[in-house]
């Protein structure tokens, strides 16, 4: 994995999922994680809830690490998925909370219907227990493989959204998902720094296709993008930083932690050597203070 260059003034993580939505350690367990690992500074990034990084918030002592206000929200560009990251974002914001819940009402009106694919296909399975699997926040589909695994009724959870829970499977069920361009202006009108997050899972039949995309992102108010991440090859990490220049772009990283949920993926060095310089988030916070009309959180 190519490195973000040397540095002298910490590491960071800024995509981390908690219990809020489908990660293991609740917000506080994530905190105590951050200083352990002697990180300078971390993200929350729940998938479409703010619920983790005010959690965390609530929590935060002097001793703690720097947090940044986070989110990941699901987009979909042309079928395929698309996540959009979003810093420093005022966590009062009344429109973000507002389409917060429009977009975890869908969540939580799809899963019974996902379950009753399940059923019709003869596997027994209860809502009850994919919400006692999550751990009191947000459920969503990783929580069901989950429960597949635990039934063995598939042997892991990449098998369990193949066979099943994937886009293409028998119990795939669509959900209401924003436009790219409206997740954008919600995190902006928020305060915060929309990122497009890890762009190797867009699929792309070119460099300049995606560089298609990214352009009209940039013209939909796209601010950043996530070079450096855990799945990230050293030719993609390069791929990306160029298209960061290219587009006057902040760059940001983040392993994609989700605790026991994401099996070798560990905070603050993804699979292993991944390393993010503190000097990414004072980008964001000066991007935040010189070109945002509000005060930073
Ligand atoms: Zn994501
Ligand atoms: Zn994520």
Redesign the pocket.
Known sequence: MKQAGSNDDGWVDL?IHSTASDGTLSPEQILKMALDLNLRAISITD?DTINGTIEAHHHLTPQDVELLSGI?I?TSLQGNTL?ILGYLIDLKDPALSRTLSILQNARKERNPKIIQKLQQLGIEVSYEEVVKVSGGGEVGRPHIAEVLLQKKVVRSLNEAFQKYLGTNGPAYVDKYRLQPAEAISLIADAGGVPVL??PF?IKTNSERDLDKIVSELVSNGLKGIEVYYSEHTDIQTVLYEQIAQKHDLLITGGS?FHGARKAGVYMGVGKGNLRIPYRLVEALKEYKVTKLPREPI
């Open positions: 995509h998938h990941e699901s996540h997050a890890h899972i994609d």
